[in-house]
């Protein structure tokens, strides 16, 4: 299995962006899709979209178009999710979760990183 | 569409067998059979406990099963137990290509 390590905790303002890093190790993520996913407090949880590990090809679902930036670093095997224009509804634990190849599912996710936004 | 359904709440005893929904579309659900389930315990991150409708990954209790009809798929636990408490999250890909999970539903037992 991938082993994920998200970074920590930011508090940003409203209008900011914020970038959340996602490391892999472990098992190879060759053609992997990197998923993002966000739970607001007490909320489910909310797919926000995907970048292929090997070719940087992005899906994005439609309410975060516009808003979210997905990148991969290969040579340091880190997968980046940058949301900007950020409103005080975008506090939320955002967990990174890879998919194997032509999977359809998540069998391993970050531990999550905390987003608050707060004036 | 925001959300697959799901019921808010599903209770049972110690034993018994509760089912929970999750209705799509026939762009999501209805198409693929892609649906996956996820068991999540309060401040933890997602499990995967069913894939492709019905499979199971190593490790996960055959008491749980899933299946699908139309625009339903639908997570059954047997046997309930005290640790099956917890949030339950279907999820399915779609033809934009994209991924939907449920509304979620919280498992009770009583």
């Known amino acids: 299995q991938v082993q994920l390590v998200q970074s920590g905790a930011e508090v940003k303002k409203p209008g900011a962006s914020v970038k959340v890093s996602c490391k892999t190790s472990g098992d190879t993520v060759t053609g992997y899709w990197m998923h993002w996913v966000r739970q607001a407090p007490g909320q489910g949880l909310e797919w926000m979209g995907c970048?292929?590990?090997?070719?940087?090809?992005?899906q994005t679902a439609q309410k975060f178009q516009g808003r979210v930036t997905m990148a991969r670093d290969t040579s340091i095997n880190t997968a980046h999710m940058e949301l900007s224009g950020l409103r005080y509804d975008d506090t939320a634990l955002y967990y990174c979760?890879?998919?194997?190849?032509?999977?359809?599912?998540?069998?391993?996710w970050g531990q999550g990183t905390l987003v608050s936004v707060s004036s | 569409q925001s959300a697959l359904t799901q019921p808010a709440s599903v209770s049972g005893s110690p034993g018994q067998s509760i089912t929970i929904s999750c209705t799509g579309t026939?762009?999501?659900?209805?198409?693929?059979?892609?649906v996956s389930w996820y068991q999540q315990h309060p401040g933890k991150a997602p499990k995967l406990i069913i894939y492709e409708v019905t499979r199971r990954p190593s490790g996960v209790s055959s008491r749980f099963s899933g299946s699908k009809s139309g625009n339903t798929a639908s997570l059954t636990i047997s046997g309930l137990r005290p640790e099956d408490e917890a949030d339950y999250y279907c999820?399915?890909?779609?033809?934009?290509?994209?991924?939907?999970f449920g509304s979620g539903s919280t498992v009770t037992v009583l």
């Open positions: 026939s762009s999501d659900v209805g198409t693929y059979d892609t």
């Open positions: 999820c399915s890909f779609t033809q934009s290509y994209t991924y939907i």
């Open positions: 979760a890879p998919e194997p190849v032509e999977a359809y599912f998540f069998d391993s």
């Open positions: 970048i292929n590990l090997d070719s940087g090809v992005t």
